[in-house]
């Protein structure tokens, strides 16, 4: 941390195992021994369960998670073991520890998650045989590795913002604790429109994703690649509006809109988390789509469940990490004096203003990274829509095009409100930008799109109306009876 106290910690040393000299090389050949042992052996189960089809089953699965958590665990601390021995300087900066913390209770945690897994596995295997494959079915079993990693990115993600508040308050007592959030210019006499505004967009959001979810859920006829993802876009959308506005509609009512400093880098986090996480799923549905029309019979082949639950589980994990950079680096600024956010959220570049730190490198990781994070999947998915239009010109029906054209149309039109305000927002920032036009910008694709989404892919969707009907019918049936 920079800034005001220019005598805080910029690093730390490690004491490493109390080996002495004559002996090192030896601990360390062992602990390199038994460090690559690991590697090879949990890189053996993982590719000997992906590439034999009898072992795809639920303990395997367990398993091959298993083996990622050990072999990413052992990668949290061993490497870093082995250098120190190595280095006359055992040193190791604070951001990397904050780092090292986050990732050593993730996969530590999610070890303790999986052995209870197959612990349940194993009970319902011996006691309950004859129902062994109801029980455990692959839904099941996908919502416990889900849930598993969930749980121990938000209890490792605690404990690691926990941690760098007491670096901040502990080595300098005038740090800011709290922030101010300026909130939305709007004027006295009007807010109580407002409010009611923003809570109607807010409940219809709320409402419409998770009648999605559930339709999804409910209907057997949506399990298939198309509504996976869609399913996954409406709880983003969910938790992207939820990250919001429930504080900016709480502020609105408030005499102090205040945001503790930890409850701020929360925010920024989850904002970070679900904004990714809605641009990896909409590259995903984009190029769902364009197998759909461009390869309608090797549609089921190319668009594989193993091939979907990875695209899934790729999108969660590299925004998991994207979040987890930018918050790490946010935790090193120091805030000084002025507490006070031009906006109704913790906005990542509001922030890099108010500190006084050197913010050179949040500024090159926004631009490099986060760009890549924005940008890439912007141009999958016109590239995309593209070639669907162009498959579309090669067979031409005038019903074909229109339906294919109202439904590309209404799709990026989203796509472009979503990108283009971020794009704007964050990679080309004007100074002729005001405080005003860039909350607008900002309410365009946290506001104004998650509420679009279930509009424009699901309830103008054919295959959503029937689902409503039918899960409608299914529930009235029994009291009609």
């Given at each position: 941390m920079?800034?005001?106290n220019?005598?805080?910690?910029?690093?730390?040393l490690?004491?490493?195992?109390?080996?002495?000299?004559?002996?090192k090389?030896?601990?360390?050949?062992?602990f390199?021994?038994?460090?690559?042992?690991?590697?090879l052996g949990n890189?053996?189960?993982i590719?000997?369960i992906r590439?034999?089809?009898?072992?795809h089953?639920?303990?395997?699965?367990f398993l091959?998670?298993?083996?990622?958590s050990?072999?990413?665990?052992s990668?949290?601390?061993?490497?870093?073991?082995?250098h120190n021995?190595?280095s006359q300087v055992?040193?190791?900066?604070?951001?990397?520890?904050?780092?090292?913390?986050y990732?050593?209770?993730?996969?530590g945690?999610?070890?303790s998650?999986?052995?209870?897994?197959?612990?349940?596995?194993?009970?319902?295997?011996?006691?309950f045989?004859l129902?062994?494959?109801t029980?455990?079915?692959?839904?099941?079993?996908?919502?416990?590795v889900?849930?598993?990693w969930?749980?121990?990115?938000?209890?490792?993600?605690?404990?690691?913002?926990?941690m760098a508040?007491?670096?901040m308050t502990?080595r300098?007592?005038t740090?800011?604790?709290?922030?101010?959030?300026q909130?939305?210019p709007?004027?006295?006499e009007?807010?109580?429109?407002?409010y009611?505004?923003?809570?109607?967009m807010?409940?219809t959001?709320?409402?419409?994703?998770?009648?999605?979810?559930?339709?999804?859920?409910l209907d057997?006829?949506?399990?298939?690649?198309?509504?996976?993802?869609?399913?996954?876009?409406s709880?983003?959308?969910?938790?992207?509006?939820?990250?919001?506005?429930?504080?900016?509609l709480?502020?609105?009512?408030s005499?102090v809109?205040?945001i503790?400093?930890?409850?701020?880098?929360?925010?920024?986090y989850?904002?970070?988390?679900?904004?990714?996480?809605?641009?990896?799923?909409?590259?995903?549905?984009?190029?769902?789509?364009y197998?759909?029309?461009c390869?309608p019979?090797?549609?089921?082949?190319?668009?594989?469940?193993?091939?979907?639950?990875?695209?899934?589980?790729?999108?969660?994990g590299?925004?998991?990490?994207?979040?987890?950079?930018?918050?790490?680096?946010?935790?090193?600024?120091?805030?000084?004096?002025d507490?006070?956010?031009p906006?109704?959220?913790?906005?990542m570049?509001?922030?890099?203003k108010?500190?006084?730190?050197?913010?050179?490198?949040?500024?090159?990781v926004?631009?490099t990274?986060?760009?890549?994070?924005?940008?890439?999947?912007?141009l999958?998915i016109i590239?995309?829509?593209?070639?669907?239009?162009?498959?579309?010109?090669?067979?031409?029906?005038?019903?074909g095009?229109?339906?294919?054209?109202?439904?590309?149309?209404?799709?990026?039109a989203?796509?472009?409100?979503?990108?283009?305000?971020?794009?704007?927002?964050?990679?080309c920032?004007?100074?002729?930008n005001s405080t005003?036009?860039e909350?607008?910008?900002?309410?365009m694709y946290?506001?104004?799109?998650?509420?679009?989404?279930?509009?424009?892919?699901?309830?103008?969707n054919?295959?959503?109306?029937?689902?409503?009907?039918?899960?409608?019918?299914?529930k009235?049936?029994?009291?009609?009876?």
């Amino acid at each position: 941390m920079t800034g005001r106290n220019q005598t805080a910690v910029t690093e730390f040393l490690l004491q490493g195992l109390p080996i002495e000299s004559e002996r090192k090389n030896l601990f360390y050949a062992l602990f390199l021994v038994m460090y690559v042992t690991t590697v090879l052996g949990n890189l053996l189960i993982i590719f000997l369960i992906r590439l034999d089809s009898q072992l795809h089953t639920p303990m395997y699965l367990f398993l091959s998670n298993l083996s990622f958590s050990d072999l990413c665990f052992s990668s949290v601390t061993m490497p870093k073991l082995l250098h120190n021995m190595q280095s006359q300087v055992p040193s190791i900066p604070y951001a990397g520890c904050l780092t090292q913390m986050y990732f050593f209770m993730l996969f530590g945690d999610l070890e303790s998650f999986f052995l209870v897994a197959m612990a349940y596995d194993r009970y319902v295997a011996i006691c309950f045989p004859l129902h062994y494959t109801t029980i455990m079915s692959p839904r099941l079993c996908l919502s416990l590795v889900a849930l598993s990693w969930a749980l121990t990115t938000l209890d490792a993600m605690l404990h690691t913002l926990l941690m760098a508040r007491l670096y901040m308050t502990g080595r300098n007592q005038t740090a800011v604790t709290e922030f101010l959030l300026q909130g939305l210019p709007i004027q006295s006499e009007q807010k109580s429109l407002f409010y009611a505004l923003f809570l109607v967009m807010y409940v219809t959001t709320v409402l419409g994703n998770l009648l999605i979810i559930f339709l999804i859920r409910l209907d057997s006829q949506l399990h298939t690649p198309m509504y996976l993802f869609l399913s996954n876009l409406s709880f983003s959308d969910l938790c992207f509006s939820s990250v919001t506005m429930p504080k900016l509609l709480h502020n609105m009512q408030s005499q102090v809109p205040s945001i503790p400093y930890a409850g701020c880098l929360t925010q920024m986090y989850f904002f970070l988390f679900f904004g990714d996480l809605e641009s990896f799923l909409l590259v995903a549905m984009a190029y769902d789509r364009y197998v759909a029309i461009c390869f309608p019979l090797h549609y089921t082949t190319i668009m594989s469940p193993r091939l979907c639950l990875s695209l899934v589980a790729l999108s969660w994990g590299l925004t998991t990490l994207h979040a987890m950079l930018h918050t790490l680096l946010m935790a090193r600024l120091c805030f000084c004096a002025d507490n006070v956010i031009p906006h109704f959220f913790c906005d990542m570049s509001a922030l890099l203003k108010l500190s006084c730190s050197d913010t050179r490198v949040n500024d090159l990781v926004i631009f490099t990274i986060g760009g890549l994070i924005v940008v890439i999947p912007f141009l999958l998915i016109i590239l995309s829509y593209a070639r669907i239009v162009s498959s579309i010109f090669k067979v031409p029906s005038a019903r074909g095009m229109r339906k294919a054209f109202s439904t590309c149309g209404s799709h990026l039109a989203v796509v472009s409100l979503f990108f283009g305000a971020i794009i704007a927002l964050y990679l080309c920032p004007s100074a002729d930008n005001s405080t005003v036009k860039e909350m607008v910008m900002a309410m365009m694709y946290t506001v104004v799109t998650p509420m679009l989404n279930p509009f424009i892919y699901s309830l103008r969707n054919r295959d959503m109306k029937g689902a409503l009907g039918r899960v409608f019918c299914r529930k009235i049936t029994p009291f009609s009876v």
